[in-house]
């Protein structure tokens, strides 16, 4: 897997358990451009590829800003960037890409958990410079492991309400929703509030919603069959056997295909479909790219048709 090695120039605490990075190239140069709600993937080991939501701003082309929240039960991302990740030491990235994007409106509610707030960042800078209409409400434990907290309520005052649990409770997110208005609604941060908030917007209009998820929503399924994968570019046919992602099933065939969280979250592996009929499994696509067909995440999902063909 090929790569561009960046230099960790600043580790800071911005919260309890949540350390803010910042990264450079090795030559000073700029650094690829990116918009509010992009991520950053940073090898942190052999085969450990983990994504990141950029929090810095997308206008400083000299550094990439990420804040990552050290997970104890996770899989082992947020521990090595934490141990591994000193000033002076380098990490390799293999890519930026945006599959949460800012999408230009009149009026926004913008909803974070925890270090979801770190997308969110970017996301209210820019709206509050466009001179939208907009409100973020900002879950968390404890407001010590709020990052950023305190500099938000600074900047843009009661525009960011605060919502520590153990002070205010849960987020009440049927009233905060209920004043959306006809305004987009953006959402990120633990499981359980994405999954809250989707079940109270599941009412709204199509693209009124936009959500990024940390893990991957449940995705249970009947029995599996195995189907027959034509890889296009390729000029082969893989048999795919039930149980077995079509991702590890075409790279075991020797064809390459970048690949990264392997849960249907991170985009990565997205492959376009020429031909068949997806069985979307992912916690990623919206329902309009599900609908569509002509694309899915090969790490988790599979086939509604006894044969699919690929872009690949």
Partial sequence: MTGTDLVVVARQPVADGVVEFGLTRPDGGDLPGWAPGAHVELELGPGLVRQYSLCGDPADRSVLRIAVQREAAG????????????????????????????????????????????????????????????????????????????????????????????????????????????????????????????????????????????????????????IEVELALSGRTVTVPPGVPILRAVQEAGVPVLSSCGEGTCGTCETPVLAGVPEHRDSLLSAQDRAAGDTMLICVSRARTPRLVLEL
């Fill in 75 to 226: 899989r082992g991302g947020s521990r090595a960037a934490h141990e591994r990740l000193a000033v002076g030491g380098t990490v390799r990235m293999h890519g930026l890409r945006n599959t949460f994007p800012l999408v230009a409106a009149r009026r926004y509610l913008f909803v974070a958990g925890g270090v979801g707030i770190t997308p969110i960042l970017t996301m209210v800078a820019a709206v509050d410079a466009a001179d939208a209409d907009w409100h973020l409400a900002y879950g968390g434990r404890t407001r010590a492991t709020m990052a950023y907290a305190a500099a938000l309520r600074d900047r843009y005052g009661d525009r960011v309400g605060l919502y520590p649990q153990d002070e205010t409770g849960l987020l009440d997110l049927a009233g905060l929703l209920a004043g959306a208005g006809d305004g987009l609604v953006y959402c990120c941060g633990p499981e359980a509030l994405v999954r809250a908030v989707e079940e109270h917007c599941r009412d709204l209009p199509p693209g009124r919603l936009h959500v990024e998820r940390f893990a991957p929503r449940d995705a249970t399924t009947g029995p599996e069959t195995a």
